[in-house]
Nanobody, 121 residues
């Protein structure tokens, strides 16, 4: 069965850090682009950061650039999202998904169940 399992979410105060992990099973991440998305309450899911397998680049959205870092560990079949200097607007459910073309572009597949991140004082 092809799936992602996200973990590492929790509640943190503004300015704090969290490290999310996305572990794949049923396929290998080394040949796919893997992207992290956030879905805030009542809002659409938006892309935050992505690691490409075709050119080795990472792409980080403007709102989180300088604070979030995406990385992959192909040996562990895992992609991580390091989130620093968290802000209340970073609150939401974080998902990972794969782009089979290797580039950070839709369509994305194999969505995980998500992990909740809450930034609040």
């Amino acid at each position: 069965q092809v799936q992602f399992v996200e973990s590492g979410g929790g509640q943190v105060q503004p300015g704090g850090s969290l490290r999310l992990s996305c572990e794949a099973s049923g396929f290998t991440v080394d040949s796919h682009a893997i992207s992290w998305f956030r879905q805030a309450p009542g809002k659409e899911r938006v892309a935050g950061a992505c690691t490409s397998s075709s050119d080795g680049r990472t792409h980080v959205g403007g709102l989180v650039q300088g604070r979030f870092t995406v990385s992959r560990d192909n040996a562990k079949n895992t992609v991580s999202l390091q989130m620093n200097d968290l802000k209340p607007e970073d609150t939401g459910v974080y998902y990972c998904a794969a782009a089979y073309g290797g580039m950070c572009a839709p369509p994305y597949k194999n969505w995980g169940q998500g992990t909740q991140v809450t930034v609040s004082s």
